[in-house]
């Protein structure tokens, strides 16, 4: 039998403990302790285990000496920045430091980044999620996609349309990428799903809806049935590529 995991050993004596066992005997039957039990008792989740501090590392009184190696390379020709294998000969001779080329590699590889962002001249990532409101918006990918047919590699054609706040997707496989495929993908997508997005939706590949690209302003000659066919429904259609 698998060793249990602790979520699973603190889901089982919870439900032993809803059926009517007392403490002892939760002890007794999981083979833990009193303390587990409680802790079982009072949280479905563990409590995360906590970290054991930093250990100390010989090369942690050479730091502030890497640093300063480091930012003065930002202001140095590109030639005469330091290499890491040039840094540790420099600890080993200059400082007298008894350290490996893999500790001061290692803490390179981790700092200079740092540094690098400390002294704005590189900028900090950051991450902006996305947001979307409830059927609100939604994406459409209409593309090739190979399929094993008969034991022969056929390409078929892939529509794909999902709302973009909960992930709902609806798709449909077609033999050929004519207008009429992207339009009853489009049917089937808005029947399955129950309406029509009451803000935007985006297009990946809207060349079934195109008669032509003019210009060098990329401007797109959308073919008549598709005005129709959005005004039926109604879509409006951000693209994102043409």
């Known amino acids: 039998m698998p060793r249990m995991s602790k979520v699973e050993l603190y889901a089982a004596i919870r439900r032993d ?12 039957k999981h083979g ?5 039990v409680r802790k079982a008792l009072d949280s479905a989740w563990p409590e995360p285990r906590k970290k054991l501090p930093p250990r100390p ?26 290499t890491v294998r040039r840094i540790f000969h420099r600890l080993v001779e200059e400082h007298g430091a008894d350290v490996s080329y893999g500790m001061v590699r290692y803490y390179v590889a981790g700092r200079k980044p740092e540094i690098l962002v400390e002294s704005g001249k590189a900028p900090l990532e950051a991450f902006i999620p996305q947001t979307h409101q409830p059927g609100h ?25 999902r709302l973009s706040y909960s992930g709902k997707a609806v798709h449909r496989v077609f033999a050929s990428a004519g207008q009429e495929a992207f339009f009853e993908g489009h ?6 799903l129950g309406g029509v997005p009451r803000s935007k939706v985006r297009y990946d590949n809207l060349k079934a809806a195109v008669v032509q690209v003019t210009g060098l302003s990329r401007a797109r000659v959308e073919t008549d049935r598709w005005i129709a066919f ?9 693209p994102v590529a043409s």
């Open 17 to 28: 403990h809803r059926d009517g066992m007392s403490m002892r005997e939760l002890e007794r």
């Open 32 to 36: 833990v302790t009193c303390r587990t």
């Open 57 to 82: 590392s010989g090369l942690d009184p050479f730091k502030p000496v890497i640093d300063e190696i480091l930012r003065a390379d930002l202001d140095a020709p590109r030639k005469q920045r330091h």
């Open 137 to 161: 918006e939604a994406e459409v990918d209409f593309g090739d996609v190979s399929v094993r047919l008969a034991g022969e590699l056929v390409t078929c054609y892939l529509f794909s349309f």
């Open 187 to 192: 049917v089937h997508a808005l029947r399955t």
């Open 230 to 238: 959005k005004s039926h429904y109604p879509l409006t259609e951000l």
